[in-house]
Structure formats: structure tokens, C-alpha cells
């Protein structure tokens, strides 16, 4: 949609990102372009910031989420200057080291937004080798949910041993991953 548009998903408009994310998954829904009781949504990394975004927010739209290595301990990461990426990464979402920036992070971050709900079925992955998000930080999500949830939708987590940020390597680990993935899905719809 166009520079404007991305910009006005950047800094103190971050929210903007999840809130039209929302919109859309209602608009699919209402039109008739889905089924709303069978709506899964999948993102990695900062997609994976999506993910939990919007099931904090809005979690009674999504029967499954895939996230993943999603970063989800937003404050935590972006303080942390020897990650590799985070400083460049103040670009797009400020620097938490101005109040300002701080709380509004704050106000968004997945793991500092848990709490008591029902959350749909969670399926997040996570590689013990990323470099930019590190397997603590789903790991750290995923204990948070399971503490304060108020159901008992299934929550997954698959932490790959020899995984970076981009997953693991070989001719058919990538399709082996998606194999996983389409697997939670069709689990959840009883295709077997």
C-alpha cells in the first residue's frame, strides 16, 4: 500500500500494524472469504511480533497461530545492544532507551502482554542457534501463556537443536519444517 503506509506502521504508530491486521481478518470473515471459525494465521521473526500482537489482542479470531521464531520479549530484546540487528533495528521501532519508545514497546510487547484469556491453539517454533532472536525469547512467551491461560487449546512448541534464524540446514529440512506446520493445521481440522 505504499511508503505512507508503511510508515504510518513505524515508531509511535506501531499499533497501526496490528490493529489493520485485525481489521483484515474481520473483513475476511464478514465478507465471506473464509470460514471465521477455521482461521489460521503464520508469521516469523518480526511477523512472529505480529503473531502475538494480535492474539493478545484479538485472540477469539484465530482457531490457530504458527509463530514462527517470533519476537515476542520486544523491551528485553531491543535494550539488549549486543544482539546483533537491535541497534539497526531503532529505525523501525525507536530506541527503548528513550522513555517514550520505552513504553510504548511496552504497550505492544507479546510476553509483557499476556493475560488471563482463552488463547487459540499455538504452534511457535524456535532454533537454539538465532543469533537475532533467541530461543529464550519463545520459550519465555510460551511459559508465560501456559501460566495464565484459561483454556486448554493446544500449545506447541518446537525448538530446533541445529536451527538459526532462518531454520535448519539441508535439501529437505526447509520442507520438513512447513510439513510441521501443515500438520498443526490439519491436526486442529481433523484431516488425518
Known amino acids: 500500500m505504499g511508503e505512507q503506509w508503511y510508515q504510518e506502521g513505524k515508531f509511535l504508530a506501531k499499533r ?39 492474539v493478545n489482542a ?6 490457530g497461530v ?8 520486544v523491551v528485553s530484546t531491543m535494550l539488549d545492544e549486543t544482539i546483533p540487528l537491535t541497534v539497526g533495528e531503532y529505525e523501525e521501532w525507536g530506541n527503548p532507551n528513550e522513555e517514550e519508545y520505552y513504553y510504548y514497546m511496552l504497550s505492544y ?18 532454533g537454539y ?14 511459559a508465560k501463556i501456559r501460566e ?3 483454556n486448554k487449546n493446544l500449545l506447541l512448541l518446537d525448538c530446533n537443536m541445529d536451527a538459526g534464524h532462518g ?3 539441508g535439501r529437505s529440512t ?14 486442529l481440522e481433523n484431516i488425518h
Not at 484479538?58 to 482457531?63: D, E, G, S
Not at 542457534?129 to 510460551?142: A, N, R, T
Open 167 to 169: 531454520g535448519g540446514s
Open 66 to 73: 504458527i509463530a514462527d521464531v517470533p519476537f515476542v520479549d
Open 16 to 54: 497501526n500494524t496490528f490493529t489493520d491486521f485485525i481489521n483484515a481478518a474481520e473483513y475476511l470473515g464478514i465478507q465471506g472469504y473464509c470460514n471465521p471459525e477455521k482461521l489460521y494465521i503464520n508469521g516469523g521473526s518480526a511477523g512472529g511480533l505480529l503473531m502475538g500482537a494480535v
Open 129 to 142: 542457534h538465532d543469533s537475532q532472536v533467541q530461543y529464550w525469547e519463545p520459550l519465555k512467551w510460551i
Open 109 to 126: 510487547s507479546p510476553y509483557d502482554n499476556v493475560k488471563r484469556m482463552d488463547y487459540p491453539n499455538l504452534f511457535i517454533t524456535t
Open 174 to 187: 526447509e520442507r520438513y519444517e512447513i510439513a510441521k506446520s501443515f500438520a498443526f493445521i490439519l491436526s
Open 58 to 63: 484479538a485472540p477469539y479470531l484465530f482457531k
Open 148 to 150: 495464565y491461560r484459561t
